[in-house]
């Protein structure tokens, strides 16, 4: 056989042929066959739960003050899920998209896991990592040096609201250490307490009795935009709607169809910021056709006189629908104007109406003026401290029975804070936050160390390039941050906390609930990282300064200092996680509420930036998707967001099919939004669902920090507005801020 | 003849011949490719496909045995009714906080044995126990997530036994009278091949070679150890087809709902 071409290809062939027979008759093909298919279900991005013994483990949530049960699903030591308990008594089962998604704050990549200092310049993201000893040491000693200096008044602190056992650490170690400049973001919250005092001369938070109410009024309140304890208010939405025999009525006085609006019997659209004036015109209503409950008004109120001549003489409605009404043609005003009257007859006809304030989902203050007005709906029509369905006043806790703080003589020694008032307010300047930027900015050397404890200041305030100026002022910045939120990046140091499920933490009782109740958060997983709780650290800078600081801080650890505070409830809290005051009563003897004459139109808060180079209004957009407060959204919630908000990574305005029309804008299209203050390019949302002259500013996105996930998505709102200062209280009461889109 | 028709003839010959040689070269070569074939599909690729490894402590199942009553003593079912699998160091700590055994003497008659042992148990307690460091022992019946399997499910049931006249093979184990039959029944699967010998776990003085798939990274004992994939026994391999040919009856026969789902939540 000669091996030419031919005879090599055929025998080769047949070689070939033979092995593929001889394949057939071994398992080789079919046994890989086999192997690549289960190969293909085990990629190592695939993730598969651990296996291991389930348990649940009940806490608090401690991400919101809305004081939710839940528990914690774990295979061995790893929580793998959350979700609510039956039966607790703010949210009975509910759970609400941050509180499902937590545990990506415990794992995700934000998370700071270890004592961090920075390494480069301020901004270049450079860290070294150093233990808790060199952090707690670094801090004490630049805060002793400070002190040493003369300097006290020079440190400043900022928690995250007045409430709860860390923040009183905080505000206990700044009153030993001699410092009055310790500060808070109010809300709308702080607002009521504001009104509350005003009003009824009550030291008290409100409540809202909102299951047994059968009329209810909302000014702008985001009830199910993340309003009071969000899942307490989907709860009520569906008790409301689940009992069709007793309907409840809820009407929505939004400038904008919000969730809230959507799911309401009616929408009364508005111009953002006329809340007041519109309520006023609803009380000229009530009063007008004698539909007001006499009995409360003659015996509990003061004031009546003077208010019902201002509100006959001043806000008719069809006085109040020149500037409220979002369209002026006369037959929209005329069927506006009438059905405000007609809302208003309901409300004073209903047998437990209630009036609600708080724009979006309350963490914006709302002004005094707008509140009198509102309250003085509830006061008309017999609402306050109602025996079922009506506004209540939760009382102040106790002050914890601590120890007295031990001063020094420098902490004796009168100091005013950085921040001044206008007025009496219930906390002075403590709950101006908002204020403090332009006073760091206008005073050099003001403020010489910040503590930022729970709080993100240079993302929920107003004006963010004041405030990162304000910042950049200040040589040490102290973060507790459990994520590298937008402040971190101007911090010097990171004492990171652990996440409330690693923790102690006590929830007060949540906003807008009708009873006293507490909530306690109880370590149920240990610590991932080297993270250490806030109250701890705080703990131990006092006790490594010494003298009167340490002595004021007698206790092992953050542990004992809560145990000490919650007195006569610790027994429940420990045992349950959580304790009601089933007996409360609100107080009523004696009581009188005070009918405010000024309220309305001529109190309206006045916004940045003039009419002729600014023709539009932005006003906020909230939702339950995105959170707005110093915690950021997690990972999965972003994903949640509708993209007529956030599309990619631009920001979504929306604007009426009018105004966009009126500026050239089609769906879809880039924009520059501009304000007195900032620019930002955004995509243009055309709708019906915003009045025309409005850019509806979907709040809670932008973050500068974070990770791939949450930052760099869209513009953060408050970049793009100024603070607008409430002349009665000082606090930033802006709804919103002139534009134009060009 | 001339000469070039000479000269075709012999060329018609060498052809026949070239071409008889050109298929017995072709059938000699398919041979080697069916022979190689045939070789490294049964005997090479086994080898290369498995990777051998050894437990990280050579357990002593039939001494455990001794102490304790029955599998379940130490393969727990939670309180949830699920299966803990293999147990942990909480469990071990129990007996082995300290070292138990003391050191064999030389002259004892089984002296490697009671040598393996001992050294397995300082192994277990020194780099384990006092390190406070789970043993990643290598799970011969892991299976994917992809499957669920309730042990509890077919301990109990009823339906869950060999027959007399067993379709698959012979019975592995004989219930004997007085034998546990929770043991008995975890036998019927969980069999380790030491040595080309199936033992009932239980009787195992040692753990077998873990061979693990390099592809898949489950155990041999998954496919089973027989490359074609035929088996004989219950216990010989655990794949789908094996649940699924009792489940399949179960269904034919009406006494079960069985669908996909049974399985694959
Ligand atoms: S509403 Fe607040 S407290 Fe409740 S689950 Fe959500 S974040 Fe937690």
New binding site residues.
């Given amino acids: 056989m000669k091996l030419n071409r031919r005879n090599f290809l055929l025998v080769s062939t047949a070689g070939a042929a033979g092995g593929a027979v001889g394949s057939m008759f071994s398992p080789l093909s079919w046994k890989l066959m086999d192997d690549s298919s289960v190969w293909s279900q085990n990629w190592p991005w695939t993730p598969v739960p651990l296996d291991g013994e389930v348990s649940f483990e009940e806490t ?9 049960r ?1 528990k914690v699903r774990k295979v061995d030591s790893r929580p793998v899920k ?1 979700e ?1 308990v039956d039966g607790g008594p ?2 009975d089962g ?7 998604t ?1 545990l990506q704050l415990v794992y995700g990549p934000a998370r700071v896991r270890t004592p961090l200092k920075r390494a480069g310049k301020r901004g270049e993201g450079k860290w070294v990592e150093i233990t808790w000893d060199e952090a707690i040491s670094d801090v004490s000693e630049k805060l002793a040096e400070l002190k040493g200096a003369g300097q006290s008044k020079a440190v400043g602190c900022i928690t995250n609201g007045a409430k709860g056992v860390t923040s009183a650490l905080f505000a206990r170690f700044m009153e030993a250490y001699g410092s009055p400049n310790h500060y808070w973001q109010a809300t709308a919250w702080d607002s009521y307490e504001e009104n509350i005092q005003r009003t009824l001369g009550l030291n008290g938070s409100a409540g809202f009795d909102l299951e047994k109410a059968d009329y209810i009024l909302s000014f702008g309140a985001g009830l199910l935009d ?1 309003w009071g ?4 208010m989907f709860q009520a939405h569906s008790k409301w709607r689940e009992n069709h025999d007793a309907h409840v009525t809820l009407v929505q006085i939004d400038a904008q169809l919000s969730n809230t609006a959507a799911k309401a019997d009616k929408w009364l659209p508005i111009n953002p910021g006329t809340e007041g004036a519109v309520a006023m015109a609803m009380a000229h209503v009530i009063i007008s056709k004698n539909l007001y409950d006499r009995g409360y008004v003659n015996w509990s109120t003061t004031g009546f006189r003077d208010f019902f001549r201002t509100v006959q003489t001043e806000y008719a409605p069809e006085k109040v629908a020149k500037i409220a009404c979002p369209v002026q043609k006369p037959e929209y005003v005329k069927k506006w104007t009438e059905e405000l009257e007609s809302r208003a007859i309901a409300f004073a006809k209903a047998e437990k109406p209630l009036a609600l304030a708080g724009k979006g989902n309350g963490d914006r203050p709302v002004s005094q003026a707008e509140l009198n007005a509102i309250q003085s709906l509830n006061a008309l029509v017999g609402s306050i401290n109602r025996e079922e369905g009506g506004m209540v006043v939760i009382p102040d806790a106790d002050k914890y029975p601590w120890p007295p703080v031990v001063l020094d003589a420098d902490a004796k020694g009168y100091k005013p804070a950085l921040v001044t008032t206008k007025g009496r307010t219930k906390y002075g300047a403590s709950n101006l936050l908002s204020n403090l930027p332009k006073a760091i900015n206008a005073q050099h050397g003001g403020l010489k160390a910040l503590l930022v404890a729970g709080a993100n200041p240079l993302y929920t305030l107003a004006d963010t390039e004041e405030t990162a100026a304000a910042l950049q002022k200040i040589e040490y910045i102290v973060s507790f941050a459990s994520q590298m939120d937008d402040t971190f990046t101007y911090a010097d140091i990171i004492l990171p906390d652990h996440i409330y499920l690693e923790s102690t933490v006590d ?1 007060p009782t ?1 906003p807008g609930f009708a009873k006293p109740v507490y909530g306690l958060a109880k370590p149920v997983i240990d610590p991932v990282y080297k993270t250490k709780a806030m109250g701890d650290s705080i703990i131990e800078i006092a006790k490594a300064m010494g003298g009167t600081i340490a002595e004021s801080f007698p206790w092992g650890g953050f542990g004992d200092a809560m145990e000490q505070a919650m007195n006569e409830k610790w027994n429940a809290l420990d045992s349950d996680g959580v304790y009601v005051n089933e007996d409360f009563q609100p107080e009523k003897e004696g009581i009188r509420f005070r009918f405010f004459a000024r309220a309305g139109m001529e109190d309206r808060i006045s916004l940045q930036g003039s009419v002729e180079k600014y023709p539009l209004v932005i006003t906020p957009c909230d939702t339950i998707r995105l959170s707005t407060g110093a915690l950021a959204d997690t990972p999965f919630m972003v994903k949640t967001v509708s993209d007529t908000k956030l599309k990619k990574r631009e920001l979504v305005v929306q604007v009426n099919t009018m105004t966009a029309q009126q500026y050239g804008f089609k769906e879809g299209s880039q924009a520059i939004l501009e304000t007195p203050v900032a620019k930002a390019t955004v995509l243009v949302h055309c709708s019906e669902e915003i009045a025309p002259g409005l850019v509806g500013v979907p709040r809670g996105l932008g973050h500068i920090a974070y990770d791939e996930f949450v930052g760099g998505k869209g513009t953060n709102y408050n970049t793009l507005i100024s603070p607008v200062q409430d002349p009665a209280t000082g606090f930033d009461v802006a709804w919103g801020i002139r534009a134009k889109l060009t | 003849m001339s000469g070039p028709e000479k000269t075709q003839q012999n060329g018609a010959t060498h052809k026949k011949e070239d071409s008889a040689g050109v298929f017995a070269m072709s059938l000699f070569a398919a041979g080697i490719g069916l022979y190689v074939s045939l070789f490294v599909g049964w005997l090479v690729l086994p080898e290369l496909l498995y990777s051998k490894q050894h437990q990280p402590i050579d357990f002593n199942h039939a001494i455990h045995m001794e102490q304790v009553d029955g599998c379940t003593d130490c393969h727990v079912f939670r309180d949830d009714g699920t299966y803990a699998g293999a147990p942990t160091l909480s469990q071990c700590i129990d007996c082995h906080e300290d070292v138990q055994s003391v050191e064999p003497d030389p002259e004892d008659e089984n002296y490697e044995d009671l040598m393996k042992q001992y050294k397995a148990e300082v192994k277990f307690v020194e780099e384990y126990v006092a390190n406070d460091k789970e043993v990643p022992w290598l799970i011969y019946a892991r299976q994917p997530d992809c499957v669920f399997f309730s042990h509890a499910a077919h301990l109990n049931s009823e339906k869950f036994k060999v027959l007399e006249d067993g379709k698959i093979g012979a019975p592995p184990v004989e219930f004997e009278d007085d034998e546990e039959p929770e043991d008995a029944r975890c036998n019927m699967c969980h069999m380790a091949f030491i040595k080309g010998e199936a033992v009932p776990f239980g009787e195992a003085e040692s753990l077998p070679v873990y061979e693990e798939n390099r592809i898949t990274t489950y155990s041999r004992d998954i496919w089973g150890r027989n490359f074609s994939g035929f088996n004989k026994h219950y216990y010989d391999s655990a794949k789908m087809d094996d649940c699924a040919q009792c489940h399949n009856d179960q269904r034919n026969e009406g006494k079960s709902k069985d669908a996909c789902f049974v399985c694959h939540k």
């Fill in positions: 608090t949530c401690a991400l919101c003050p809305g004081g939710c839940v959350l609510g703010v949210n509910g759970i609400c998209i941050l509180g499902l937590a993340g304890s969000p899942v307490r929830v949540p």
